[in-house]
């Protein structure tokens, strides 16, 4: 119990969030974050300061997750074509190798060095094409979202990406709080533990990155480091827990197809919802109209007779 109640100690401040995702709103909450200013203005400008300060508009606020996957779309084609230049230049150094190699300059060493780096560009430009794909189902989704979000039938995207960030935090402060929970899973409460320790760094850079409020002025690249702070914490803490429940406490492992895995599974499940919701929508669409078009008629009717 010694590390557990080091730990409470530590982290005193976050106890209220024990009561309810509600309450967990506050903590993490940042103040005096400074947000991107106007090409050219400067910090001690009073105007510039003001600018940076205005919370966002309705409308940028509604569009902020499709802007960012925008963003992510453009970062993933830098990445296709930085990619196929690396391929290209691999390429070129196998051939040179190899003509070395043919003229007894070099050794066999030397090429088989140069075709192993071929084959990683090989590998890596694979993987940025797939991610090209990715990301344009996120853009898909999050246009799917966007009549939702207007007609408030779905949250902001900075709303939601406070909840997703506020169950963690109560799930977690479950273990915290819970005597019979600190009992059977100490690893949970445990510091030392290498995955928890993993689960509060990512809880850290998550509380920094988040925003003082859903209105606070957010461009879509700290909307993106945000989103996937917060992805990072929900795969960390699911770690954690899955070992602490399973008896185990091992270090953990960084797999390549495994964090592909979880990413393409995310964006699964928000074409999933943002499909939901748009068919949600439309429905209601529908039977709006076809209440106004009885309502229409009804009333010729009544003026008919």
């Known amino acids: 119990m010694e590390p557990l109640l080091a730990l409470m100690a530590d982290w005193w401040w976050i106890g209220p969030a024990a009561a309810g995702a509600g309450t967990a709103g506050w903590i993490g909450v940042r103040h005096g974050r400074r947000r991107a200013l106007p090409a050219g203005a400067s910090t001690t400008d009073r105007a510039a300061r003001t600018w940076g300060n205005r919370p ?34 691999a390429d070129a150094e196998v051939m040179r190798a190899q003509a070395e190699r043919a003229a007894s300059r070099v050794s066999s060493d030397v090429v088989s060095s140069a075709r192993a780096r071929l084959t990683a560009a090989q590998r890596d430009l694979r993987a940025a094409s797939a991610e090209i794909r990715a990301r344009r189902a996120a853009v898909r989704a999050a246009k799917a979202m966007l009549p939702a979000i207007r ?85 960390a803490f699911e770690r954690a827990e899955r070992a602490a429940r399973h008896g185990r406490d091992d270090r953990p492992e960084a797999d390549p197809a495994d964090a592909w895995g979880r990413v393409a599974s995310d964006w699964a499940e928000q074409a999933q919802r943002a499909l939901a919701w748009s068919m949600e929508n439309m429905g209601r669409a529908a039977s709006k109209s076809w209440a106004e078009r009885q309502a229409k008629r009804a009333r010729k009717n009544d003026h008919d007779a």
């Open 151 to 235: 007609s408030g039938s779905a949250p902001l995207p900075v709303a939601r990406l406070f909840a997703e960030h506020d169950a963690i935090l109560v799930r977690w402060m479950a273990y915290e709080t819970d005597p019979a929970l600190a009992i059977d899973f100490p690893a949970m409460s445990d510091s030392r533990s290498p995955l928890l320790a993993e689960f509060l760094r990512a809880q850290e850079r998550a509380q920094w990155l988040r925003p003082s409020s859903t209105t606070a002025r957010l461009d879509p690249a700290d909307f993106l480091a945000y989103r996937d702070a917060v992805r990072a914490l929900s795969h």
């Open 56 to 89: 966002m508009s309705k409308n940028a606020a509604r569009r902020l997750e499709l802007d960012a996957a925008l963003l992510d779309l453009q970062a993933a084609r830098h990445a296709v074509t930085r990619g196929r230049a690396e391929v290209k230049i």
